[in-house]
């Protein structure tokens, strides 16, 4: 082998490690390059909460239209009532709300002897029972639960639906409870959940 063909085959395997070098070196640089792009990207992204409305009034029978209690107590009324009303709107008026549900509102209203200072029951709870009036001043509803948490499920009209303004009224009666105004000694919760929009 001659001496040309010699350094002409070195020259080769010089130019071929110096591509070699700078292909390794590209590599890396747009390696890292593409990985601090990915690791600097910023944006920003919202989301709206829907507001979930659900309120409720008790008015005990014991009161007159003004909320003042009634004196004399009525002898008629045995087995006092409270008138509670559930709502998913704000405002006065129903057909023209401040505020409506954005979500569908599933709830439960429960009630239970108010807790003394040391925590403990005023008195033991007498029977009851839930009904589903239509109004207020209806005389009759259907019965709906037996001294047991009142659950929007187990009502004919079932759970509020989001963005329509609807009022419930439910009357519950203690049994057993004579002339006392039970209503004075008891603490009515209502709890309001998102409801399952499949139903």
């Known amino acids: 082998m ?17 591509l070699l070098i700078i292909m390794l070196i590209m590599i890396i640089v747009c390696g890292i390059a593409y990985a ?20 409720m009034e008790v008015k005990s029978s014991s009161e007159n ?4 209690v009634i004196s004399p107590a009525d002898k ?18 129903q057909s023209n709300p401040d505020k409506v549900t954005e979500t569908d509102v599933g709830y439960s209203i429960s009630v239970k002897p ?10 033991v709870m007498p029977a009851y029972n839930w009904y589903e009036i239509s109004s207020p001043d209806a005389e009759s509803g259907s019965k709906i639960a037996t001294s ?7 009502t004919s009209k079932g759970n509020f639906k989001n963005k329509v303004a609807e009022t419930r009224y439910y009357k519950i009666v203690f049994l057993n409870s004579g002339e006392e105004d039970i209503t004075r000694y008891v603490d009515f919760e209502l709890k309001a959940i998102q409801a399952n929009q499949n139903n």
């Not at 239209?65 to 003042?68: A, I, K, P, R, S």
């Not at 047991?148 to 187990?154: E, H, K, P, R």
């Open 36 to 55: 601090k792009y990915l690791s600097t990207a910023s944006g920003t992204a919202t989301a709206e909460i829907a507001e979930m409305v659900c309120t």
């Open 148 to 154: 047991t948490d009142l659950v929007s499920s187990s």
């Open 76 to 93: 008629t009324i045995i087995n006092p009532y409270c008138i509670v009303t559930v709502k998913d709107f704000e405002g006065a008026n």
């Open 114 to 123: 108010k807790k003394d200072s040391n925590g403990q029951d005023t008195f």
């Open 2 to 18: 001659n001496k040309e063909n010699k350094n002409y085959k070195n020259k080769n395997v010089l130019i071929l490690v110096l």
């Open 65 to 68: 239209n003004n909320g003042e």
